[in-house]
């Protein structure tokens, strides 16, 4: 009995995500005039279509541009091999399933969280959270852009979450192998103690070098020696919406920094979260400690726009169990995008002031801010670490569901 009360649970939940897909579809489908264009044109999608579609065709894959979207793959090749089921569908089609997938994988991370922090929901709770989460502008930005972060958000946080699992690890690695930027997630596996699972998330990553090279022997031989670190290939590292360390360093000095002193600052500061991430990990909160690892890999990366900050939906949920006030702060920066509130395109952000710096910089400031935060908590021992409780009340429109 126990997958019809699961199935009851996720039914609410199942709505959204039929609803979301639905009415991306029919957004690729119709024609909007460009003065009413509120979307990201699914233009990311077209890319992985596109990088599949030269898979597919045995053509270079970093030579080129979609010619929908004039951007290039800049994805490690076993991604585009990822991709090669999508560019046999139709564009509309794809874009819904995408869209309805990214949505189903926003309700798992939900729920892998929420049962992480002891307090499950499912039902019209877990339906009301995930419409709610749409409204964070990485989240939603993700979905119009057609980005694959929601869905290894899913798979690196469920791998954390739960390393003891014979399996655990591989996804991890698979996603690291699609995006390269969640090699930290490895890292925080290590200092964790879990090596094991950390050697399979390393083997795992090997695995898709070699597919690559198998399959793509031209193109991998490419991306692995040649514009790796070139922050330019995915777009002006300066705008606001590049929310990493060496966007703001480009800000600063209103040009692009030599990658020494890039490493420098970011290194340290990367490095630092993730212990701290280690910390919280260990006493008890996996969620926030993963939280931190993923904010750890979003300040190192040269490039992380606002879309790659999906992050912030589990770590909201996190702080809720320690303070509501902090959570609601959260939620509220990522949910106001103000770091478009000043002058925000390329070179636009050279000159800025202060205060413009301190808008501009929101998903970085509030990261530190966040930090500072965590280490007053530890250091003044105020949450003891987490530990199921019989008073904890699921969230949930079912009692039945309680024990599912």
């Known amino acids: 009995m126990r997958w019809l009360r699961a199935r009851h649970g996720l039914a609410p939940a199942a709505v959204v995500v039929v609803l979301t897909a639905i009415a991306a579809g029919v957004a690729d489908r119709v024609d909007v005039p460009p003065e009413l264009h509120v979307h990201g044109g699914f233009v990311?999608?077209?890319?992985?279509?596109?990088?599949?579609?030269?898979?597919?065709?045995?053509?270079?894959?970093y030579g080129t541009r979609d010619p929908a979207t004039n951007l290039r793959f800049t994805y490690p090749p076993f991604a585009a091999v990822a991709m090669v089921p999508l560019a046999l569908l139709p564009g509309w089609l794809v874009t819904a399933l995408w869209t309805g997938a990214s949505v189903a994988a926003l309700t798992g991370v939900?729920?892998?969280?929420?049962?992480?922090?002891?307090?499950?929901?499912?039902?019209?709770?877990?339906?009301?959270?995930?419409?709610?989460?749409?409204?964070?502008?990485?989240?939603?930005?993700?979905?119009?852009?057609?980005?694959?972060?929601?869905?290894?958000?899913?798979?690196?946080?469920?791998d954390v979450v739960h390393p003891e699992r014979r399996w655990s690890g591989w996804l991890v690695g698979i996603a690291a192998g699609i995006k390269l930027t969640p090699l930290v997630f490895i890292?925080?596996?290590?200092?964790?103690?879990?090596?094991?699972?950390?050697?399979?998330?390393?083997?795992?990553?090997?695995?898709?070098?070699?597919?690559?090279?198998?399959v793509a022997p031209g193109p991998?031989?490419?991306?692995?020696?040649?514009?790796?670190?070139?922050?330019?290939?995915?777009?002006p590292p300066d705008m606001a919406h590049n929310q990493s360390v060496f966007g703001e360093l480009t800000r600063l000095l209103d040009g692009v920094p030599a990658n020494r002193l890039w490493l420098a600052v970011a290194g340290p500061i990367a490095l630092a979260v993730v212990v701290l991430g280690t910390v919280w990990w260990r006493r008890g909160d996996r969620v926030l400690g993963a939280g931190f690892a993923a904010l750890a890999m979003l300040l190192a990366s040269p490039v992380s726009w606002s879309h790659h900050w999906v992050w912030a939906a589990p770590i909201g949920l996190a702080l809720w169990t320690y303070s509501r006030w902090a959570a609601a702060l959260w939620t509220l920066l990522f949910a106001s995008r103000m770091f478009v509130w000043v002058p925000?395109?390329?070179?636009?952000?050279?000159?800025w002031g202060p205060a413009e710096h301190l808008l501009g910089n929101a998903y970085l400031l509030a990261t530190l801010s966040l930090c500072l935060w965590a280490v007053v908590v530890l250091t003044r021992r105020t949450a003891p670490p987490l530990e199921s409780s019989a008073g904890d009340e699921p969230l949930t429109d079912s009692p039945r569901v309680a024990g599912s």
């Open 344 to 351: 925000w395109r390329h070179r636009e952000v050279y000159g």
């Open 44 to 61: 990311d999608l077209s890319v992985y279509r596109y990088g599949g579609r030269l898979v597919l065709d045995g053509l270079p894959l």
């Open 110 to 158: 939900i729920v892998v969280a929420a049962r992480a922090l002891n307090r499950p929901v499912t039902g019209w709770p877990l339906a009301v959270l995930t419409a709610g989460a749409l409204a964070l502008e990485p989240v939603w930005q993700n979905l119009t852009f057609g980005q694959i972060n929601l869905l290894l958000m899913l798979a690196l946080l469920y």
């Open 220 to 235: 991998a031989w490419t991306y692995w020696t040649d514009g790796l670190f070139s922050a330019g290939r995915v777009g």
């Open 187 to 214: 890292l925080l596996l290590v200092l964790a103690g879990q090596r094991r699972a950390a050697g399979r998330a390393l083997l795992a990553f090997a695995g898709t070098i070699a597919v690559g090279f198998a």
